[in-house]
């Protein structure tokens, strides 16, 4: 095993997704492209967890050289994979994030159902938490002010939305503006 494999990285998140109590996919996303690239590898990976996790009760499971935690949820499973060496604690912090947070976007009603109806929400909810495979956020009321959901209301707004939308172009923006600098001084010494 070489040494670069071992370095400590930021990307630590590889996928999350959920599952319904038949092993369907209601959501998924995929920071690693390497890992699956294809649809077809990537339901073939939910498939064989599912398989191996649908009926047990642990939290954890390794499964094609991957971490992976886990919860289920009256006919919901949630799944954050990691890489072989990851921290199970902070995976484990990311799902606990996922779940308390569209558990409060849910109204405690964390079901199929619920959770189809809110799809805008549950996406808005990853994207805060996780961001190209990097952990930004690990609690739950930050990611429900960031992401301008309050419980009382139905459903995200479209200027909650809108907003969402414009802060991370705004920093995207400022990261490749920083970026620009940066490889623009390394030309110039």
Known sequence: MDSTSLEPSLYTVKAVFILDNDGNRLLSKYYDSDLYPSMKEQKNFERNIFNKTHKADNEIAFLEGMTIVYKSSIDLFFYVVGSPQENELMLMSVLNCLFESLSQILRKN????????????????????????????????????????????????????????????????????????????????
């Open 110 to 189: 964390v079901e199929r159902r619920c959770l189809l109806d809110n799809m805008e929400g549950v996406f808005l909810v990853v994207d805060e938490i996780i961001d190209g495979g990097v952990i930004l956020e690990s609690d739950p009321q930050q990611v429900l002010q960031k992401v301008n959901y309050r419980a009382d209301e139905n459903a995200l707004s479209e200027q909650s939305v809108a907003q969402h939308i414009s802060e991370k172009l705004a920093l995207t923006t400022e990261v490749l503006q920083s970026a620009k600098e940066q490889i623009k001084w390394s030309i110039l010494k």
